[in-house]
């Protein structure tokens, strides 16, 4: 197993030690109380409330002690990210711009490539048709000079489509540093009709989320006339 060190911190070792001690020495008593509290009656629920207030002045007593170490490092640390946002921002920026132009132009590429994939198509289904159309003609011709002249069409029809068909496909564009990704995401255009599917049951209700609690903190008295809703109550105990 790899043996794990204590990191270096640029204050004597001493004092961090000695910090530690201390701040131990506040929370063993207070953690042997808390194991021993049981609430059956008033006069416990007194006792774990008088241990609850204790254990927050415990607390800021710790963090207390450790601020004294930590408050000067936290700062020097905060003027360091400062300092090194400042340069990372406009880069990041940077980065965020020329990501959206080569998006924007590799989107453009792929709806062209798309427009010629679409007009091939259309181009070999057209010459299909009318070699279908001369091959059915030729078949049928009595005569040898209309045989002739229809089978010459046939052919040459058979070789457009072969150019056709075989065309090389547009190239998207390619990266040697980056690569794309492309990714395919449902936006709500339509929310009425999209609640009116739900109330049909054409969509699981479970795909329909509300942040009642945003909506409630808003306005209480109109979220809970709505329909559907009811106000329950959470007991939580904060401090006085």
């Known amino acids: 197993m790899k043996k794990t060190t204590d990191p270096v911190l640029p204050i004597p070792a001493t004092e961090v030690a000695r910090v530690r001690q201390e701040a131990a020495a506040l929370s063993s008593p207070v953690l042997n109380t808390v194991k021993a509290i049981s609430i059956t009656n008033q006069a416990t629920y007194d ?3 008088s241990a609850l207030d204790v254990i927050r ?5 710790v963090a207390d002690k450790f601020g004294i170490i930590i408050s ?3 700062q020097s640390l905060q003027l360091l990210y400062k300092w090194r946002e400042e340069v990372d921002q406009p880069l990041e920026q940077g980065e965020k711009f020329v990501k959206t132009k080569m998006a924007e132009w590799h989107s453009t590429e792929r709806k062209r490539k798309w427009e010629e994939e679409q007009a091939k198509e259309e181009e070999a289904r057209k010459i299909r048709e009318e070699l279908s159309r001369k091959q059915a003609r030729a078949d049928a011709a009595t ?3 209309v045989k002739t002249v229809l089978t010459k069409a046939t052919t040459e029809l058979t070789q457009q489509l072969v ?11 390619t990266g040697g540093h ?19 599917a739900v109330v049909a049951g054409e969509i699981p209700s479970e795909y329909v989320t509300v942040d009642l609690l945003k909506a409630y903190r808003a306005s209480p008295a109109t979220v809970a ?5 009811k106000i329950e109550e959470e007991v939580k105990i904060v401090g006085r």
């Open 72 to 74: 000067p490092l936290y």
């Open 178 to 196: 980056s690569s794309s990704r492309v990714t395919k995401k449902a936006v709500l255009v339509d929310k009425m009709a999209f609640l009116k």
């Open 57 to 61: 002045k415990t607390r800021k007593a």
């Open 143 to 145: 005569r040898a000079s």
């Open 47 to 49: 006792s774990a409330d």
């Open 225 to 229: 006339s709505w329909p559907g809703v």
């Open 163 to 173: 150019e056709v068909e075989s065309r090389p496909e547009m190239a998207l564009p």
